[in-house]
């Protein structure tokens, strides 16, 4: 998850992953500034700013609500 630590850093847009730079700025495409890569603020950034994400979140926590219920029945 965090394998870009040590190396070269790289900069993306929240709402773009596409757009990856190896120097902070803002985006070319909404002119939002870019994130490192890699740190837990931007992941989280990055996190909620994709639908997809949260779906797959919410989907995990569903899973593990529902198998700990059929566990404890
Ligand atoms: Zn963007």
Redesign the pocket.
Known sequence: MDQRSKGAQVYL?P??PD?RQPNPGK?P??G?NLLPEGTRFGLLRHMVSSPLHIGVMLALMVAVMVAAMMLLR
């Open positions: 847009c709402m773009h757009i985006c495409k909404c939002m």
